[in-house]
């Protein structure tokens, strides 16, 4: 067949690329350079620090706020239950043939 002759000459000239010598000795060479080149941490500002923790009890507090504004007062609430079975049809998913 043709597509076995096209997949065996494309693996054939996959094995016939020969790699580079130095490229081991590059790759190398960039690792050793990245491990003895360390990134300084830099410490952050006062302000920065001030702002994220200033937006942190602001988001809290808020998120507090919110949450008692939409709380249901469970004495006086009507409680709807609705059976929605016949609605889903859930039985078409459980044959094949309905697929």
């Not at 007062?73 to 459980?94: A, G, K």
């Amino acid at each position: 067949m043709k597509v076995d002759e096209y997949i065996n000459d494309f693996i054939d000239r996959q094995k016939d690329i020969k790699p580079n010598p130095f490229l081991s000795t590059r790759i190398m060479a960039k690792i050793e350079n990245s491990i003895s080149a360390q990134p300084v941490a830099k410490k952050a500002s006062f302000w920065q620090t001030a702002a994220l923790a200033v937006s942190i009890i602001s988001v809290v507090i808020s998120g507090v706020f919110i949450g008692n504004a939409l709380s249901i007062d469970t004495q006086n609430s009507n409680v709807i239950n609705i059976n929605d079975r016949q609605i889903e049809n859930l039985n078409l998913y459980q044959f094949s043939e309905n697929e």
